[in-house]
């Protein structure tokens, strides 16, 4: 599985992005297949866990993020977004999706469950 994510950008406090990540998947396999996460890391700070959509359909969020980002996928284009509203400069960082396949729900949220992880896009939110 190849994950690239794309759509980050410099925003002011209070806007929105929609970011965006597109999977190529092999032959024998599908895109329903993977549980999708974003995940980010801001400058000198590890790297966390932001939102992730199983693929029975449950959905989870870091509490910083409840209510302003939301993550939805569009399997027939094997494609994961992240609405993010309401923007905030702690929303700072690179932005990275990933995909695990067997991911259980108590495992959403943590990284070392995700397998295959795109490139990252950048997203800077000034105040």
């Known amino acids: 599985v190849q994950l690239q994510a794309f759509g980050g950008g410099l925003v002011q406090a209070g806007d929105f992005l929609r970011l965006s990540c597109a999977a190529s998947?092999?032959?024998?396999?599908?895109?329903?297949?993977?549980?999708v996460g974003w995940f980010r890391q801001a400058p000198g700070k590890e790297r966390e866990f932001v939102a992730s959509?199983?693929?029975?359909?449950?959905?989870m969020y870091q509490d910083s993020v409840k209510g302003r980002f939301t993550v939805s996928r569009d399997n027939a284009n094997n494609i994961v977004y992240l609405q993010m509203n309401s923007l905030k400069p702690e929303d700072t960082a690179v932005y990275y999706c990933?995909?695990?396949?067997?991911?259980?729900?108590?495992?959403?949220?943590?990284?070392?469950?995700?397998?295959?992880w795109g490139q990252g896009t950048q997203v800077t939110v000034s105040s």
């Open positions: 959509h199983r693929r029975s359909g449950s959905i």
């Open positions: 998947v092999g032959t024998f396999t599908t895109f329903t297949r993977y549980t």
């Open positions: 990933a995909a695990g396949a067997g991911v259980i729900s108590s495992s959403m949220g943590t990284s070392a469950a995700y397998y295959y």
